[in-house]
């Protein structure tokens, strides 16, 4: 079993950035994904890491704004969100532990509770 904790959300102007922290009870050896998902809306990943190997994917939506990072010492998986426009506005969850071959699927074992994240125009 593993617990996921978010935390780093808030509310800020579009332009502006975050970064949310997910913290894991223990390091696992699977892929972590960030999801996100917006009121009336299906969850949509956002980006993922393979945390052996440090692989990154990313959704079209987020490439060069978004990264995702990990720090295996603190089994702790980042996601640092600059230039945040008000489609960005969701809850933001934690993954762990991918069940399928599309790290987009939200098809993991574990989720956190989530973080919101709010931009303002």
């Known amino acids: 079993q593993v617990q996921l904790v978010e935390s780093g959300g808030g509310s800020v102007q579009a332009g502006g950035s975050l970064r949310l922290s997910c913290a894991a009870s223990?390091?696992?050896?699977?892929?972590m994904g960030w999801f996100r998902q917006a009121p009336g809306k299906e969850r949509e990943g956002v980006a993922g890491?393979?945390?052996?190997?440090?692989?990154?994917y990313y959704a079209d939506s987020v490439k060069g704004r978004f990264t995702i990072s990990r720090d295996r010492a603190k089994n702790t998986v980042y996601l640092q969100m600059n230039s945040l426009e008000p489609g960005d506005t969701a809850m933001y969850y934690c993954?762990?532990?991918?069940?399928?071959?599309?790290?987009?699927?939200?098809?993991?074992?574990?989720w956190g509770q989530g973080t919101q994240v709010t931009v303002s125009s």
């Open positions: 993954a762990a532990n991918r069940l399928t071959g599309d790290w987009s699927k939200p098809q993991y074992s574990y």
């Open positions: 223990r390091y696992t050896a699977s892929t």
């Open positions: 890491i393979y945390t052996p190997a440090g692989t990154t």
